[in-house]
């Protein structure tokens, strides 16, 4: 399981800074890539989807904006696993680690608890490597 949570980072990343993107600029070497990510019980899908695309959204994103260092976020949800993912990128560890004092995803996370979503714990990345170089 932890392998699909590293292949889709690097996904993620690909998609932000691969080679395929002009005019990317390589990250910052302290860059660091913060995976959140939570399973939801399968009757409860389209709830968890839609709490996703509307109130996360509005809540959260503004949110993030305002904090320092944040490079870029992407939410994904994988229907055959039931999982949810976060996966954002920041300049430095101390940027990322501001995400875990936000009252808004704090009252979120709680918000998708009480419909059964179990997260594990957030884990923060330092970047080894990358795409350009």
């Given at each position: 399981?932890?392998?699909?949570?590293v292949l889709f980072a690097i996904f993620m990343l690909t998609l932000n800074c691969?080679?395929?993107?002009d005019?990317?600029?390589?990250?910052?070497?302290d860059a660091v890539v913060r995976i959140s990510l939570g399973y939801y019980p399968s009757e409860k899908e389209g709830l968890v989807e839609e709490k996703l695309q509307t109130v996360f959204k509005d809540k959260i994103m503004p949110a993030v904006k305002r904090l320092n260092g944040n490079i870029s976020y992407y939410v994904g949800m994988d229907k055959?696993?039931?999982s949810i993912?976060?996966?954002?990128?920041?300049?430095?560890?101390?940027?990322?680690?501001?995400m875990k004092s936000m009252k808004e995803?704090?009252?979120?996370?709680?918000?998708f608890r009480e419909i059964g979503v179990e997260f594990k714990e957030i884990t923060n990345h330092e970047?080894?490597?990358q795409l350009p170089e």
């Open positions: 399981m932890k392998k699909s949570i691969g080679p395929k993107t005019g990317m600029k390589p990250l910052p070497k055959q696993t039931k993912t976060n996966v954002s990128i920041w300049e430095n560890r101390e940027d990322a680690l501001q995803m704090a009252e979120m996370a709680k918000d970047m080894i490597w």
